[in-house]
């Protein structure tokens, strides 16, 4: 018996969400359903809330640093759920993932050197290293059968002939999926020890990863890797609290720590935002109940997509994922235009997806689809897609 209900349906309008509220703004219309945003349509349960609004009702939100509290709730979270202990020091806030990225970025490369992605990857990553006039380097992911691989021969060509400052690894990987095992996490990691590189792990979905796979955390690869290591770490994603603009940025090596931190002051950025230190404080001790049942709701949500897409539309080819609230989908079979595809996908399907070209140049046959929603939306959403498509086998 579940205590928490992921089917209700809470409406999102007029909340200034980015998801519902900006239609119009971003894509000029409105009547799409909107599956992109990585955030997600659930309610936190109500001993969270509880925490948050006896906050609120305290009527004053003066400047906040985190107490010992919350450095124990941080710890206590990543020592039970992915074995790994962090010291208080070792902490970082950050208002988000991407600050924190683009602090890295400028605290340890200089103008015009380069920095390692591997795509297809979450945009903001080439984003921030372009705006800061660093040099983007790709370490393409192979897609063999359905499965992302990592050419590593590539992977090291690419660090050596650009003299590669820093890797920007996504882990687990938006949006392909992949829970990178250790031993290619430990093969990239002595690639950029040999040559010097830092490490900016992105482990913002490590929560979210389905049965029969583990995540396996950057800093627990061993000291000899961690020395040039920045993870990025958040509640925001597993517990929705995006706007709430917090995240906690873990190095272990003090000489990393002060380099990043120089920048982070260079940047103006000092005290976090009072109710993201409540709300993640609250989370990571109250939470994890809630946490479990919502990652049994996913498993659901992924399981109704796969059986959806193999009954109904096999055209479309799911990339299993083995972590994230994110799924890639392949419509190459369908058409080989990226435009036919958008008017697939927006004119046909109604809907608003993240097209694969923004996550690089060579997938703009996919799509990203969030599935943290409840389940009925997602059979809405899978119902239009099948409407589009089989209309097009009748030739209607
Ligand atoms: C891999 C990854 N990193 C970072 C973020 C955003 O993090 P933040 O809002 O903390 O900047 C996202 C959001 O979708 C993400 O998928």
Known sequence: MSKYDFDIIHDRHGT???KYDFAMVRKGRDDLLPLWVADMDFRLPDEILDDITARTGHGIFGYTDPDKKYYKAVQSWYSR?????????????APGIVYSIACAVRAFTKPGEAVLIQQPVYYPFMEVIQLNRRELVNNQLICRNGHYEIDFDDFERKIIEND??????????????????????????????AHGVFIYSDEIHSDFVY??????????LGDKYTQKLILGTSPSKSFNIAGLQIANIIIPDRETRSKYRLENAAAGYSQGNTLGIFAAASAYTRGEEWFEELLIYLKGNLDYVRSFIRDNIPEVRLIEPEGTYLIWLEFSALTEDPA????????????????GIIFGRETALFERINIACPRSVLEQALHQLYNAIRKRRVGL
């Open 211 to 220: 049965p029969g796979h583990r995540h396996t955390s950057f800093i627990t």
């Open 16 to 18: 200034s969400s980015l």
């Open 81 to 93: 759920r992915q074995g790994f202990e962090i010291e208080d020091d070792w902490i970082t806030l």
């Open 164 to 193: 590669v400052r820093l890797f920007i690894l996504c882990s687990p990987h938006n949006p392909v999926g992949r829970v990178w095992s250790k031993e290619e996490l430990l093969t990239m990691a002595e690639i950029c020890a």
């Open 340 to 355: 036919d595809l958008e008017r697939l996908i927006v004119e046909e399907a109604l809907l608003w997806t993240d097209s």
